[in-house]
């Protein structure tokens, strides 16, 4: 834990692999998100709250 | 909303005479601009249902926990969250629910940006959420700089340096401790408050943005 993290670099890329992994999860978190389908409990909606 | 309010029932183009009571014309104003069924809907358009919207609502989540857990470290102090298990366990909820808040954050940003969020008539809405983000950093910084261990003492004396060539560092000091605690614990605490409640109002008095090409025909 008091060791200093690896890096990647590639390039001008230069950024720990901690980082690299979180900012990793965060890209394949908003995919799923787009893609995953909500689950719709009860009728659809209509635009309440839509002005 | 009570039947008697002076304002319903009028015409939209009508101009009512100007109340002399300032309870009356807030109340009224009230009643135009944050409707109840604006405020807390039940339904919702069709195209919210997707997971892209959760985002901003679990960084409010984590926010709540970031307060809370918060609240409880400055009622007890430094030597309790260093030195006791209890105290161990509420410093590590109070750091992975910012790291949270964080995450979810900029997950909620980078939704709001590709779906254009700012669209008719919500750049402030945009904007105060960009202030919330800036605040959310300089806030996350000084609680670095209040842990009270060898960590914060390198990370200030890291950042003194910038702070003066930034030319901030005569009334930002971060080796000033009860300068960043303060700021840290109340100041920047309750501005992100005011302004998260103030976006989540404006977000819904004018509802969530519609789609850009919800019919595969010209923007809306």
């Known amino acids: 834990m008091d060791t200093p993290a690896a890096y990647f670099h590639w390039g001008f890329i230069l950024i720990s692999v901690p980082n690299l992994i979180v900012i990793g999860g965060m890209i394949v978190l908003f995919a799923i998100a787009l893609i995953a389908p909500f689950p719709h409990g009860g009728e659809e909606g209509d635009d309440v709250g839509n002005k | ?220």
């Not at chain 2, 309790?80 to 105290?87: A, E, I, P, Y």
């Not at chain 2, 003066?164 to 100041?187: E, P, R």
């Open chain 2, 1 to 220: 909303m009570s039947a008697t309010s002076s304002s319903e029932g009028a015409s939209p183009g009508a101009t009512a005479p100007e109340s002399r009571s300032w309870t009356l014309r807030l109340r009224q104003a009230i009643d135009r601009h944050l409707p109840m069924d604006h405020l807390l809907p039940d339904r919702q358009p069709y195209y919210v249902g997707s997971w892209v919207y959760v985002f901003g609502v679990v960084t409010i989540a984590a926010l709540a926990w970031v307060i809370a857990s918060g609240v409880v470290l400055s009622f007890m102090g430094p030597q309790w969250w260093h030195d006791s298990r209890v105290g161990r366990f509420f410093n590590s909820l109070h750091f992975w629910s910012v790291q949270l808040f964080f995450i979810f954050m900029v997950l909620h940003l980078w939704g709001q940006y590709f779906m254009a969020g700012w669209r008719s008539g919500r750049a402030a809405t945009w904007m105060i959420g960009v202030i919330i983000f800036g605040i959310s950093i300089l806030t996350a910084f000084t609680g670095y700089l209040s842990q009270q261990n060898f960590a914060s003492q390198f990370v200030a004396i890291n950042a003194k340096d910038a702070m003066n060539g930034a030319g901030i560092g005569a009334f930002f000091s971060v080796l000033n401790f009860g300068q960043m605690y303060g700021l840290h614990v109340m100041l920047l605490p309750i501005g992100i408050t005011i302004l998260v409640v103030a976006h989540i109002v404006m977000v819904r008095t004018r509802g969530v943005v519609k789609p850009i090409d919800p019919e595969g025909g010209a923007r809306p």
